[in-house]
């Protein structure tokens, strides 16, 4: 289909590993959103891209996380030396732009890491 | 800090029953959000309030925007089971570097019985 894809939808990781998390944004949005929920929240903010150049990465929690779009479009988050507390959903978004505020994004199924 | 609190965080209706859900904010954002997530899935938007009083209907759903545009709520008439599901309200915030990132509330957990 033509939405926002991630993979893998599921990842366990023992603590200590680094993770991957790739994000597949729609075609030609220029925005891209990474946001971090736990189980039975809302969503929070981590990282925010325009492109490849990332403008807000003010809800990293730590220096351990790290996400990049080199070519604007693929995006990954990567987590080093995962913790118990990293456990949660990841979910990806993107938008084409159309600036505030009747910015729609739109929402990948997200990928669920549990660190053990 | 801008957050949004949301309540109820649980809500367990039989079908037919209307409810309310309500979102309200410490500070005015852009423009305000409802989602709707499905266990599994990524949340997805339902409708964007901008305007102070401004009220939208979106079949038995139906929602308002506070005057000072820091408040909103998601009315449902005749709730269905499937209408079960977790609902989000979210700010949109503008300008600076981070121009249309969403803060979320809480969620409200609907479970519909049949």
């Known amino acids: 289909g033509a939405g926002v894809s991630q993979s893998p939808r599921y990842k366990v990781a023992k603590r200590g590993q680094d993770v991957a998390l790739r994000c597949d944004p729609i075609s030609g949005h220029v925005s891209l959103f990474w946001y971090q929920q736990a189980l039975g929240q809302g969503p929070e903010f981590l990282t925010y891209?325009?492109?490849?150049?990332?403008?807000?990465k003010s809800g990293l929690p730590s220096d351990r996380f790290f996400a990049e779009r080199p070519e604007g479009s693929v995006s990954t988050l990567k987590i080093q030396r995962t913790q118990q507390e990293d456990s949660a959903v990841y979910l990806c978004?993107?938008?084409?732009?159309?600036?505030?505020?009747?910015?729609?994004?739109?929402f990948g199924p997200g990928t669920r890491l549990t660190v053990l | 800090t801008q957050l949004l609190e949301q309540s109820p965080q649980f809500l367990s209706i039989q079908e037919g029953e209307n409810l309310t859900v309500y979102c309200n904010s410490s500070s005015v954002f852009s423009s305000l959000q409802w989602y709707r997530q499905e266990p599994g899935e990524g949340p997805v938007l339902l409708v964007t309030?901008?305007?102070?009083?401004e009220v939208k209907k979106l079949k038995r759903l139906t929602f308002q925007f506070g005057d000072a545009r820091k408040d909103s709520s998601l009315h449902i008439t005749a709730a269905q089971p499937g209408d079960t599901g977790l609902y989000l309200c979210?700010?949109?915030?503008?300008?600076?570097?981070?121009?249309?990132?969403?803060?979320f509330g809480q969620g409200t957990i609907l479970t519909v019985h049949p």
């Open positions: 978004a993107s938008s084409f732009w159309t600036g505030a505020p009747y910015n729609e994004q739109f």
């Open positions: 891209f325009q492109n490849e150049a990332q403008l807000d």
């Open positions: 979210a700010g949109v915030s503008a300008g600076g570097t981070s121009y249309g990132k969403l803060t």
């Open positions: 309030v901008v305007t102070g009083g």
